[in-house]
């Protein structure tokens, strides 16, 4: 079946700009994830959603950052401003239920802002 | 903060040989896994571990979680090019907390022809 998917892959923006990153989850799958990974770094945990309410968002760097999932199923990742420090690999992930077991990841979308 | 550390950052051997990496933490683990990560990709979910002592294999991997659940290892017996790859340890702890995945910062693994 169709694994997750991220749109666009690839993404540069000048700094000041605001840029809106897509996760589509596995059909299902109850729980979404944001991750921000630096390069050559392991993915960090940005903010996690069970269906649509967003449950926990203490891992978005600052307000300039905002993510919503409105129908349970599709997110959307938005930052606004976008700074130089906002350059990275963002992965979303989704798995069946809560917890952290069997998280799927997609394959990111690489953010460049100059 | 948790933190979760990854040793070694970058090994380079030659195909054929045997690897241990290391993934530790002062704190413990409710469950932990292991995630081996391509350039361009997400990370693909290798194994969970989460009994105290738990040994899982997984081909010529094998995991090892620790009797105390705050180390782990992984081991890949004669090693191929096609093991080059990040591989990333992550873990969720028993107290709780963010809701996602605490990674640790990988180790870069080249295994050479």
């Known amino acids: 079946g169709a694994g997750v998917s991220q749109s666009p892959r690839y993404k540069v923006a000048k700094r000041g700009q605001d840029v809106a990153l897509r996760c589509d989850p596995i059909?299902?799958?109850?729980?979404l994830f944001w991750y921000q990974q630096a390069l050559g770094q392991g993915p960090e945990f940005l903010t996690y959603?069970?269906?649509?309410?967003?449950?926990?968002k203490s891992g978005l760097p600052s307000d300039r950052f905002f993510a919503e999932r409105p129908e349970g199923s599709v997110s959307t990742l938005k930052i606004q401003r976008t700074q130089q420090e906002d350059s990275a690999v963002y992965l979303c992930?989704?798995?069946?239920?809560?917890?952290?077991?069997?998280?799927?990841f997609g394959p990111g979308t690489r953010l460049t802002v100059t | 903060t948790q933190l979760l550390e990854q040793s070694p950052q970058f090994l380079s051997i030659q195909e054929g040989e045997n690897l241990t990496v290391y993934c530790n933490s002062s704190?413990?683990?409710?469950?932990l896994q292991w995630y081996r990560q391509e350039p361009g990709e997400g990370p693909v979910l290798l194994v969970t571990?989460?009994?105290?002592?738990e040994v899982k294999k997984l081909k010529r991997l094998t995991f090892q979680f620790g009797d105390a659940r705050k180390d782990s290892s992984l081991h890949i017996t004669a090693a191929q090019p096609g093991d080059t790859g990040l591989y990333l340890c992550?873990?969720?702890?028993?107290?709780?907390?963010?809701?996602?995945?605490?990674f640790g910062k990988g180790t870069h693994l080249i295994i050479q022809p």
């Open positions: 992930a989704s798995s069946f239920d809560r917890g952290f077991y069997e998280q799927y």
């Open positions: 059909s299902g799958h109850v729980s």
């Open positions: 959603f069970q269906n649509e309410a967003q449950l926990d």
């Open positions: 704190s413990v683990f409710s469950s």
């Open positions: 571990v989460v009994t105290g002592g």
């Open positions: 992550a873990g969720v702890w028993s107290g709780g907390g963010a809701d996602g995945l605490t």
